[in-house]
């Protein structure tokens, strides 16, 4: 047998597409990465009873898209990203703003915010005890 593999009865599926692209009345590259993200997740031998993390009923089918918008900038050291992901089963919303930048090859800091719409037990709300959150993050490397 393998160690640590454990059988799901769950397909997963995802499409994605990206491109790089300019905004109208902005001068420069085409530097803007906007990406078009779609999930899809089906479980074989669907029961009623089955439980996600914090109790609420799987699906038996499952729809998650994100839309996500980057852009790097001074030298590519600083990065903006926005994401919006919704969960068309429940209807919940996660909204995810980041804004980081790498002051030497040792040293970036970040900092984002993460916030969300929907129930507790909604598939964006399962495990986050306050839901919504504020980032702030430093990383060393050496």
Do not use: C
């Amino acid at each position: 047998g393998f160690t640590g593999l454990a059988r799901r009865n769950e397909m997963r599926y995802a499409l994605n597409a990206e491109t790089n692209f300019r905004p109208p009345f902005f001068s420069g590259p085409a530097d803007w990465l906007i990406t078009l993200w779609y999930a899809g997740f089906v479980q074989f031998g669907y029961d009623n009873d089955f439980r996600a993390l914090g109790g609420a009923p799987l699906k038996r089918w499952r729809h998650l898209g994100i839309f996500s918008l980057s852009k790097a900038f001074w030298n590519d050291r600083a990065v903006f990203s926005a994401a919006v992901a919704y969960a068309a089963n429940d209807g919940s919303w996660r909204f995810v703003d980041s804004l980081s930048y790498e002051i030497n090859d040792a040293l970036k800091v970040k900092a984002g915010y993460s916030g969300f719409t929907g129930n507790r037990d909604d598939i964006w709300g399962v495990g986050d005890r306050e839901l919504d959150e504020i980032q702030f993050e430093i990383e060393y490397n050496f």
